[in-house]
């Protein structure tokens, strides 16, 4: 690189417009690859339980710039001319996101028939800042926030949560507060979230499961493919059901983590999303309930298992 000491600046600057837009092109060219990727549903053999946690860790981008990319592959997919906008620059990824955002809170507020046209937004944002794309986008629809989350590690003991929620979960935490005032009186956020997170932790999480005997049974967890799904009859459903000692055993081997590995890496999933317990040889193939025919797997890679084993079609 010290040979830039010698280039003269107009040579440098031309040089440098050239690898922007070599930069561009790559871009563009990788989303199609992660289309592709995402198609084979690649991600779940290399024993990532999502797309994004194999484009961020696997391909090592960090968690924004995974997510941008991500959403502008997804856009893309909709809209092929997005590519074409990447790499004349009038279309950031950050601008790409932004949209694919907006209308996927759009359809997850069920507005059907859509009100606005995916095309013509993607229009009116080009060679846009991000900020103005987001302030257009609030202008279409005051409600559709863009993403409301943000987490940040601010020392080794504290992590700094920034969320935008609906008035109505605010009106819920209030009214909780309220109510648990007799035993904690002026109760912040922080203290309210921790009591719940407690109670919830010592519902749901098996290795916290009181066990049978006591007077509340334990909640129940959703296992595996159900037999309605599977298309058994109820007297199967008795011999398929995991006994509640045996449930904790499994967790408590599998360390509550997806046990999923890439026969080629190595690399074992471990994601800890949606767990639940699977019949390595199928239960509707004959597999027992025993503890050496069952494992833990996210719900993506239990998914993807009985896709693979009883052929459901791909979309
Ligand atoms: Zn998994």
Redesign the pocket.
């Known amino acids: 690189m010290e040979l830039l000491n010698d280039l003269d600046s107009e040579e440098l600057l031309r040089k440098t417009q050239e690898l922007v837009s070599q930069e561009r092109h790559i871009q563009a060219e990788l989303l199609h690859y992660l289309k592709e990727i995402e198609r084979r549903k690649l991600f779940?053999e290399r024993?990532?339980?999502s797309l994004f946690d194999f484009v961020a860790k696997e391909l090592g981008y960090s968690e924004s710039s995974a997510y941008r990319r991500i959403q502008a592959m997804r856009l893309l997919k909709d809209l092929p001319e997005v590519e074409k906008q990447i790499i004349d620059g009038s279309l950031t990824l950050t601008s790409a996101a932004q949209v694919q955002a907006f209308f996927r809170n759009e359809q997850k507020n069920n507005q059907t028939p859509p009100r606005f046209d995916k095309k013509k937004v993607l229009q009116a944002v080009q060679n846009k800042s991000s900020r103005e794309v987001e302030k257009h986008l609030l202008e279409l629809n005051p409600n559709n926030l863009p993403i409301g989350e943000k987490v940040k590690q601010v020392s080794d003991t504290r992590v700094e949560i920034r969320l935008v929620i609906p008035a109505e979960l605010k009106e819920k935490m209030d009214q909780l507060k309220l109510l648990l005032s007799h035993v904690h009186p002026e109760m912040n956020y922080q203290q309210l979230i921790e009591y719940l997170s407690s109670k919830a932790l010592l519902q749901l999480d098996p290795e916290q499961t009181k066990p049978r005997s006591r007077a509340t049974p334990a909640p129940k967890v959703k296992m595996g493919v159900s037999s309605k799904e599977m298309g058994l009859n109820s007297k199967a459903e008795r011999n398929r059901y995991v006994p509640e000692a045996l449930r904790r055993l499994i967790f408590k081997r599998d360390n509550s983590c997806?046990s999923?590995v890439d026969p080629k890496s190595k690399k074992r999933?471990?994601?800890k999303?949606q767990i639940q317990i699977d019949h390595i040889v199928p239960f509707a193939l004959g597999g027992q309930t025993t503890e050496s025919n069952l494992r833990l797997?996210?719900a993506?890679?239990n998914r993807w298992r009985a896709e693979k084993t009883f052929g459901v079609v791909r979309t």
């Open positions: 779940l024993g990532y339980g997806c999923y999933c471990d994601s999303y797997l996210c993506s890679h």
